[in-house]
């Protein structure tokens, strides 16, 4: 790695539009506007946070280079353009059928295999802590055990010194500021930036020049027999609605008496979003 | 033929909803409700190019294609139809025909401060005795040694209140015929230039329509755009740009107001059924969709005709009254689906209908639109 | 595998930061008592950190069978590397069927980890656990957006493993008498030395988060009665660590702020449970609740709309049950 030079790898994901968000509760349907992509909140702020620095550097004569990095579907090509448009330098699209379906394990899998065998000097990836669909928070961390990568989780702020981030965060209530040298993964909390927005130019100029490579298994030089959703630890046995499990629940009578029913029936429900246990009685 | 957008008008499309639904469309109904311009989110607008929509890169603008432009005016205009409109006149007619009949003088001086949004464009024709009829222009220039002077007033001038940079219309009183009018790049700057009082208008409010004044106004020769007697085929040329922009407003309205009503019917419930399960109801929603796309087909083909170059005069006339005619019903039937909500300024069906109106009668009024068709129909050889 | 070892052990990861707050620990102790009623294994607790022994005897007496316990000045703080590579060290030499951890954010960094290195996978954020008629861990999470429920297995690596939202299972109560054995175990020598470095640690307790992002909502229409009663929801809003919002009608009467507004006019607020109290539910209020994973509605009027969306309709005087459940909560919540 030139000393001069830091290559920065910034995952994302393509994920449903929350404000479209295909589920109706009442009638247990889902409906087909999942099509309709948008880029992950949190991946967003991992751009901007890999933005921010590429910016830094710039004032210190650093050539920062920020590459987007999405697994997903040929469509999830959009999200890169949208990360070429807020001024990432090129776009990675990895796409294959033998990769739909994975799970973090194996996403971090073929994540980090691109990494190592295409960007090897990467110094700095980022990933958002967790994204909107899914929530398990887990790629972040396993791509970091992939790459044999220090990993510093829900950062709110991270700076660069020559070759030491220096990261700021809130978890289980205590505020910490944490050091590590590079090469590192670092996940980016939700809230921790406001993200820019795309100007138009930046938009009609990804299209007008396209940076964006599309790998496939036989270019990560998987098995032949790859398949990521039968080599997934995981299965999912079922998926059902919870609404459909139970219908509006009517309770009558005194306060004293529905209260206590409230609690008896639905004491876990609430305690569980308190974050507390209640007693029972 | 393909109909389905391409993955950059979709992600030109995001980008624009992203931005006006955080930042625009919170504002949205206040603005209305006070009739005010709001500065601050002009402020965040230049540097995303949304002042510069179509200009090239190498002067500070998006270098967007006409679709995309189409796009960008019609997402505004789903959210804030008054400010797509300050967007649209700024691009179409205010700073396209310097692109376009500019000097490479007259382009450096204007194009990369409106490009930015430092300097807000318009266009004036209409006066209190012209309108459709661009032959009654009253307002005069008069040829002096170093420069001209212009006597007039101009009415209902989009962006008139903010406008810093405003091509006005105006005639040569010695001269007789089409080659006697002239557009003149009149700064806010210029002596005896002055702006009227806001109008109060029935929708559109959070722009600063007003009249112009133009008292012994002096501006140097450098100013007038073109060359001299091309001033209607200048304004004509506007408009047949602007009209796609005024076409995209109306559509953004129409979409904006249709999502209302699908989600309000949806929502709503009576006679123990939501709306949607009644019938009168079903077709109503059907007919405003089919509307909407069929309006939109023809929008984006006027836009890409001009694109391709040529005349695309008619195409942008048909993309104008049909998606001017859509907002008025989509609008209408969507207030009829809200009852007596969707009269209430509670809810935002209620300005999408007031600004419905407005798209059939600017940037030439759908009769208007008509003769342009119409005399596209006759005139062209068979 | 070691002769430690069963290999139908539950083990549930000792995380006693913030003991006195995050009981998540006690918690999933319980369910894993459940759960190994059924495996017929252990359930085991595993604490490393300095001066800990209190733990271990707070984890017996919650449930654990065996408490593995790695004690030593260098594990005085949580330290992600070293935590992570004791874990599956151990794992690796006892070959535990389970592991379950506490989705505190310190969980949710050493989990993934534990579950990449161990080539396992890892479900996060279980509602609930149970065990299939094979013996199987059923990890039972919110998927789409939490807008389905999945049931997942792991058929084939093991351990299965799976992390828990504080509050998602009650504590069993203390039991002194309960029997359990510690097995300590030493500091592995070649532990490498952590690459992330702390370099300045503070507590800060959580403020609010705001009505967007609160995980309890409590609304009140014109049903509160007044303004002074209306006040009530506020005490109630305390108790549950909630926040306050409310109809167009409450806000134009004054009775609370605009930015209370819950509405298409207001805020969208999407919270694990919203209690209604007295609104009769207009279209432009519900809208904006509609992402609720629960709601209590509370009207005398059982036909209101509001009372057609909720999850549990309490036909009643608004304000009395809002007394009743702050009486309720001040006997249930724990010191």
Redesign the interface.
Known sequence: MENNTLDIIVCIKQVPMVSELPWNSKTGTLKRELAQGMMDPASRLALEAGLRLQRAGQLEDRRIRVTALTMGPPMAEEVLHQAVSLGADHGVLLTDRKMAGADTNLTSFILGRYIRMFKPDTGLVLCGAQTSDSETAQVGPQLACELDFPAIGWASDIRLTQRTLVVTRLVDDFMETLEMDLPGLVTIELGAFVPRYAGLAGVAQAFASPKIDVVDADRLELDRDFNALKDSPTRILDVFSPATQKESRVLKGAAKTVVDKLFTDYGKIISSAMGKDLKKK | MDFNPCMKHQVVRKTVREFAENEIGPHAASLDREGRFPTEIIEKMGPLNYFGLQVPPSLGGAGLDTISYAIVIEELSRVCAALGLCVSVHNSVGLYPILRFGTDEQIARFVPDMAAGKHIGAFCLTEANAGSDAGGVETVAIKTDDGYTINGTKIFVTNGGVCDVVLVFAVDAGSQGPSRSNVFIVEKKCPGFSVGEIEDLCGMRANPVSSLFFENCRIPETNLLGKPGQGLKIGLTALDTGRIGIAAQALGIAQAAFEAALSYAKERRQFNSPLTKFQTIQNYLADMATSIESSRLLLYRAAAAKDKGGDFGAQSAMAKLSCSATARTVTDLAVQIHGGYGYSREYDVERYFREAKVTQIYEGTSEVQKMVIARHLITRPS | MSKNSTGKDIWVLGDY??YF???VT??ILARARALAEKTGGRVCGVVFGHDVGGYTGEYIAHGADRVYVIDHPRLKSYG??TFTNLLIRLARDMNPDIILIGA???G??V???V???L???????C?DLEIDDKGRL??IAP???????????????RPQMATV???????LPHDNTAKGEVVTLDLPEDLPAE????????????KTLGIEKA??VITGGRGMGSKGKFKKLFDLAGL??AEVGAT?PVVHAGWVGHEALVGQ?GKHIR???LFSFGISGA??H??AL?DA??I?AVNKN?DA?M???????????AN??C???I???K????D
């Open positions: 930061r913030n707050k995050n009981r006690l918690q992600i590397e505190t954010r310190f949710q960094e989990a993934p980890r579950a990449k290195q080539d396992t996978g890892l479900t996060a954020d509602i059923v990890q998927s789409f957006g939490g807008n389905l429920i999945a049931r997942i297995l792991t058929p084939k690596a939202r504080p509050g998602t299972f009650h504590e690459r992330v470095r702390c370099t300045h640690s503070e507590y800060r307790p959580a995980d309890i549950l660590n167009r006019a919270p694990k449970v279209i432009q519900t809208a509609m994973d629960f209590v059982p709309t009372m057609k969306l909720a999850d549990v309709a309490i036909v009643a005087d009395q049950v007394s009743g459940i009486r309720a909560l006997e249930k919540i724990r």
